[in-house]
């Protein structure tokens, strides 16, 4: 941790000891937050010293807490009582618990509730059935799920940066992002720009506002979302069952019966309706021999005849193999009718499955790929009606299964950065195949993909052409860390790989922010006030006022980069020795609006 950032928290915070449990992606980057951003000692519970990213967060752990001269690892398979109260659960300012098993982390939950009824909990889960009632029943509980806060940020990527982000306030105020050019002065209220992204890096909460081109809105209702476009369901059925080859035997019977139709015209001077009639019953068998008949005639019927004894059979067979084909189809949910512009999306675990449900919500069509049946958004797909391969996305053939060379977007969100990467170059390989052969003004493959390390994900974006790349654990870990410093983040805003924070701050009570103003907490770059509320029940200001002190009573919605709110939370904390209200309030409404930050 910096020098500088050790000098921005205040002692109370560093005084303070928070417990981390869990060992995967998420694990360690909230020990980073906590460590670099706040500036707290961290004890952190493993279950392996060499699972997954346990030799990372040993090493991180290690770097902050030794010289608090703290204990800094504690390795153990399972969270037991003992293992906690080991740990300081008792003595902890809060515990988080970011494994990815949701039973694991409410157990853990619970036991620690037990130890230390007062300590302050953060609990990841992916079940929000379950989330909700682990938040009622354990009282000082915050639960999150960091596929849920990443999900919104992926979509973007998919989609596109016009994709707007909805956010809704406590209070039910419905805020997204949008870009500038996109908004209507009619519909929506600008409320800050968020970043200016036409530079190499975006740049977040810029001084010049009116530099923003991608901003924040306040949105009176939600658009509507026209689905994708399907053919009707009649049609649907029968592209269903009559397979290609069933439909080239049929094309083959029609082009026979109708050239037989003319000939036996022709031979026997009828016309068209009667030698179609022949000619079907010369097929079937039913024509009897004419010796005197002209030659073309005879010719004609023995071909029928022949004809007749091997197609039959062959029709029959192909129509009992299209149904079972057809069935086995729809119990599989495979793909049952050709798709394009559609987003084909590889790995379905927690967060696959949130970004799946979203995409549908907005109408987007989606075939589901992963190498295993149990996966999570395997079933889910299927409950949408969605198309769902079971198979290694790393492998071309999987990938055009699932019509990745008519896709507009290949989203690729397993666990594993190589298996991703390597799925997206074959992906975008089939792709600009099936381009240069069929359609080169066909728009070239937009690529997402899901990487952990910032350094690989930008030069895999600049050297190999990548579109979008994002982390999980670093859209998710803020969140958890403010959750554990106490503090509510509502939601959060995906900026490139750069991630800010909304967050409901009160002003405590004798805190550096009670008696200034709205300006004094602004920085730009790192922090700025959107809204204020009130003490007033249900009462949020979004014109804020120019000569109101702030006063305890208040609430700061802000936005915040993830230094920027570690550097504000010290300023928000009450102090011990706070006058009564009463004694405060009417000397600073009095005070003028310094414009300096003084």
């Known amino acids: 941790m910096s020098e500088d950032t050790r000098q921005s928290a205040t002692a109370e915070p560093a005084r303070q000891r928070f417990v981390v449990c869990g060992d995967g992606a998420v694990a360690r980057r909230l020990v980073t937050e906590l460590a670099d951003r706040y500036g707290v000692a961290v004890t952190v519970v493993l279950p392996s010293a060499s699972d997954d990213h346990a030799a990372d967060v040993a090493d991180l752990a290690s770097e902050f807490t030794v010289a608090e001269g703290q204990p800094e690892i504690i390795t153990a398979r399972r969270l037991t009582g003992e293992v906690l109260d080991q740990a300081g659960v008792r003595e902890a300012s809060a515990v988080a618990f970011v494994g990815v098993d949701d039973v694991t982390n409410v157990d853990a939950a619970m036991i620690t509730r037990e130890l230390a009824p007062e300590v302050r909990l953060v609990v990841r889960l992916f079940n929000p059935v379950l989330g909700e009632g682990v938040a009622a029943m354990l009282g000082d509980c915050a639960v999150l799920s960091g596929s849920e806060i990443a999900a919104p940020a992926f979509v973007a990527a998919t989609l596109g940066d016009a994709t707007p982000t909805y956010l809704r306030l406590p209070e039910g105020e419905l805020l997204r992002t949008a870009m500038r050019s996109d908004v209507d002065p009619a519909g929506a209220d600008v409320v800050c720009g968020l970043a200016r992204t036409t530079g190499p890096e975006p740049v977040v909460l810029p001084a010049d506002q009116d530099s923003a081109d991608l901003v924040l809105v306040r949105a009176y209702g939600r658009p509507r979302v026209n689905p994708p476009r399907r053919r009707p369901r009649l049609f649907r059925a029968l592209g269903l069952v009559f397979s290609r080859n069933l439909r080239l035997a049929l094309a083959g019977t029609a082009a026979l019966l109708t050239a037989a139709s003319v000939l036996l015209a022709y031979a026997r001077g009828v016309n068209l309706a ?325």
């Open 274 to 598: 009667e030698a179609a009639y022949l000619t079907l019953l010369t097929t079937m068998g039913a024509a009897e021999a004419d010796a005197a008949a002209p030659l073309t005639e005879k010719v004609t019927a023995v071909v029928l005849a022949t004809t007749g004894v091997a197609l039959l059979p062959t029709v029959t067979a192909l129509v009992v193999d299209s149904l079972v084909r057809a069935r086995l189809a729809v119990a599989a949910g495979s793909m049952i009718e050709p798709i394009d512009d559609h987003v084909v999306l590889v790995g379905l675990g927690n967060i696959g499955t949130r970004v799946l449900e979203e995409l549908h919500a907005f109408g987007i069509p989606v075939v589901a790929v992963d190498r295993t049946e149990s996966a999570r958004g395997i079933g889910v797909a299927r409950e949408l009606g969605l198309p769902a391969i079971v198979g290694d996305a790393t492998r071309v053939e999987t990938l055009r299964a699932a019509s990745v060379h008519t896709c507009r977007a290949l989203v690729v969100l397993t666990a594993d950065d190589v298996t991703n990467l390597e799925t997206a170059l074959s992906g975008r390989s089939a792709h600009e195949t099936d381009r240069a052969r069929s359609d080169a003004t066909r728009a070239p493959l937009r690529v997402v993909l899901r990487l952990f390390d910032d350094g690989f994900a930008k030069r895999t974006q600049r050297i190999l052409g990548i579109n979008e790349s994002r982390s999980v654990s670093s859209l998710a870990a803020p969140a958890f860390a403010a959750a554990m410093m106490g503090r509510q983040v509502i939601d959060t805003i995906s900026v490139g790989r750069r991630v800010l924070l909304v967050a409901d701050l009160p002003v405590g009570a004798g805190s550096e922010l009670e008696g200034r103003y709205y300006h004094d907490v602004t920085r730009p770059g790192g922090v700025w006030v959107i809204a204020m509320r009130t003490g007033r029940a249900g009462q949020t200001i979004w014109s804020l006022p120019e000569r109101r002190p702030l006063v305890r009573t208040d609430r700061l919605i802000v936005l915040a980069t993830r230094a920027g709110l570690a550097a504000l939370l010290p300023r928000t904390v009450p102090s011990p020795d706070a006058k009564p209200l009463a004694d405060v309030a009417p000397l600073r409404l009095l005070a003028p609006a310094p414009r300096d930050g003084g």
